[in-house]
């Protein structure tokens, strides 16, 4: 039988809100690549965390960084994690982030040759109920910009390459909070 995660208490999603609030505060929406156009970006990281179908606690936390243009796999990490939080409309970065920087913070002390320039995110970044979801959460924490890819298929883009994330999907500007 799988095991069960309880509700987090209404004082403990207060306090989440209000992290959440704080790094957003600290999120950057200006290109502060140090390369002149997008193609000149060589790593690009995604990172992810995949369920064993019917629980909700023991997963498999994934980060691939692969060189362009080739799509060359230059360093991968899988790592199976136990989540301490349930999925919460709003909060799936207290869920996940956590792993998600344990990942990027190994690859940076085994292999920082291939740290990512920009790493892709299963889970929203500005289209979320505050503004700051997943994609940006772990942006802000592991100082990387990142790209959301919702499920939803709404992309957008958080931290940098904003107005090319907008244009190329066909969307506009996220709702200001």
């Not at 790593?43 to 019917?54: A, E, M, Y």
């Not at 959301?148 to 883009?157: E, G, H, K, T, V």
Request: glycine residues 6%; charged residues 20%.
């Amino acid at each position: 039988m799988a095991e069960e995660l309880s509700v987090p208490s209404p004082e403990l999603k207060e306090r989440w809100v209000l992290e959440q609030d704080a790094l957003k505060a600290q999120m950057v929406l200006e290109d502060q690549l140090s390369v002149a156009s997008v193609d000149e970006i060589r790593l690009v990281g995604g990172v992810d965390i995949s369920f064993i179908k019917g629980d909700d606690v023991n997963a498999c936390a994934s980060l691939v960084v692969v060189e362009l243009p080739t799509l060359t796999v230059v360093y991968e990490s899988h790592v199976m994690v136990k989540l301490t939080a349930p999925y919460i409309s709003g909060f799936l970065a207290f869920r996940e982030v956590p792993h998600l920087v344990a990942l990027v913070k190994q690859l940076e002390h085994d292999a920082p040759a291939f740290k990512p320039q920009v790493i892709l995110v299963d889970g929203n970044g500005e289209l979320h109920h505050r503004g700051f979801g997943l994609a940006c959460h772990l942006g802000v924490l592991v100082d990387i910009p990142t790209v959301c890819l919702s499920a939803r298929m709404q992309p957008c883009l958080t931290c940098l390459f904003k107005e090319v994330c907008m244009s190329g999907w066909g969307r506009q500007e996220p709702p200001s909070h």
